[in-house]
């Protein structure tokens, strides 16, 4: 028997064309496409590459530039600060040397860039500030008037801070950060309106019970006389008055000075108020009309109750429409009350009216049965600071220091 060669069956649905012995004819065309994917994820893999350095770079700058506008921002405000206490040291003591000292030691407990900024003696200067016509402020270096002191904040190599390292560029040696800020301190001139209680209970002593007028009067009449001059309260607020204006003449600001009393309008024996509240002097240069004021309504009886807010308003008008009430000078009230406010208006809605044009309040209470907790309310709505004096001798310290807070404004 003969056995045929066994042929493979052919399906008739499925032809495999064949290029040479043994091979498919598309062999060649899936190594092509093969080499051409390879070379595209090559590629892509680079350009992902370049992509991530890119976007490391572009992290590593954001991160630094973020840290340099920390930089700056702590730069400027240890300047500020160092000026600020240097013109307030200056006002307070009058001493350049001393002034030089407070702003290195504020500069110094303000960080910049992680350590607190140091000064040089050359890094500030002390000379005039004047606010010119267009509105900015010229610095004069050693000028005739010694109202401003000027502070240059340096993080640059040859200061004594030294420059400021870069958080991460500075790891790949491109260099590091030199800033610098300039701020001019100014204590500014100012206009000052005293606010004098003259209710019937200055005239009594600092005990609250004894009325001190001159001996052989009755009580009966005692509103009709004068108050004690030398044991009464009002002889106290005088004294302190005096002195204020001696520190006044000291300062290096020029300050012009009025005096605004209060009490309550009616009549009082003799006495007669038609208003609750009057201005004893105009605002001045002439110290002397203000003391003399003082002086003039000691002489005579003095009676009424207590209106705080009927004097606090008359002060405000007085600083703004006053014959010489000045537009670029600051406005301060120093006011005094030695009882209760009893007639009036709330004093809050008068300081409310005050804090709104920029007038600031320093309220002081004389002999502890005065309001306090008024008063500390009233002179916190006004930007001011409040003062106790319980006896005559506290009362000239306070108007002392009054004296010579002076405001400072930053005009750089």
Not at 245 to 251: D, S
Not at 255 to 280: I, N, Q, W
């Amino acid at each position: 028997m003969t056995h045929e060669p066994h042929s493979p069956m052919i399906d008739s649905n499925r032809i495999v064309p064949t290029h040479g012995v043994g091979q498919p004819r598309n062999l060649g065309r899936l190594r092509k496409r093969t080499i051409r994917g390879s070379r595209r994820t090559g590629a892509m893999l680079v350009l992902v590459g370049i992509v991530l350095v890119l976007f490391c770079f572009a992290a590593i700058f954001s991160v630094d530039v973020a840290y340099m506008q920390l930089t700056k921002v702590e730069l400027r405000t240890a300047t500020d600060a160092g000026a600020r206490a240097g013109i307030e040291s200056l006002s307070r003591l009058q001493d350049i040397g001393l002034a030089r000292a407070a702003a290195k030691r504020i500069a110094s407990q303000n960080n910049v860039a992680g350590a607190g900024l140091i000064l040089d003696d050359s890094d500030i200067e002390f000379g005039t500030s004047m606010r010119q016509p267009s509105g900015k402020w010229l610095f004069q270096n050693n000028g005739s008037v010694t109202n401003a002191v000027r502070v240059n904040g340096l993080r640059t190599h040859d200061s004594a801070s030294g420059s400021v390292q870069l958080f991460l560029a500075g790891k790949f040696g491109w260099g590091d950060f030199q800033p610098t800020q300039l701020a001019v301190a100014t204590t500014l001139d100012r206009d000052i309106v005293i606010v004098m209680d003259r209710s019937g209970s200055m005239a009594w002593d600092l005990s609250g019970t004894d009325w001190k007028y001159p001996p052989g009067k009755s009580r009966a009449k005692s509103y009709e006389e004068a108050p004690h001059a030398d044991l009464s309260r009002w002889a106290a607020a005088e004294d302190a008055v005096s002195a204020f204006i001696q520190e006044l003449y000291g300062t290096p600001q020029t300050e012009f000075l009025g005096l605004v009393s209060y009490s309550s309008p009616g009549t009082y024996g003799r006495v007669v108020h038609p208003k609750a509240a009057r201005t004893d002097a105009e605002l001045t240069i002439n110290y002397r009309t203000v003391d003399n004021a003082m002086r003039q309504i000691g002489q005579g009886p003095i009676a009424g109750a207590t209106s705080i807010s009927r004097g606090i308003d008359e002060a405000i008008r007085l600083l703004q429409d006053g014959d010489n009430a000045r537009p670029y000078a600051l406005k301060t009230i120093v006011l005094l009350t030695d009882g209760v406010h009893n007639h009036g208006r709330l004093p809050r809605l008068s300081a409310e009216d005050a804090a709104h044009a920029e007038i600031v309040i320093h309220t002081i209470t004389f002999s502890n049965g005065a309001d306090q907790t008024q008063m500390k309310e009233v002179a916190e709505i006004a930007e001011g600071k409040h003062y106790h004096a319980p006896g005559a001798a506290e009362l000239e310290a306070i108007f002392r220091e009054i004296a010579w807070t002076q405001p400072v404004i930053l005009t750089h």
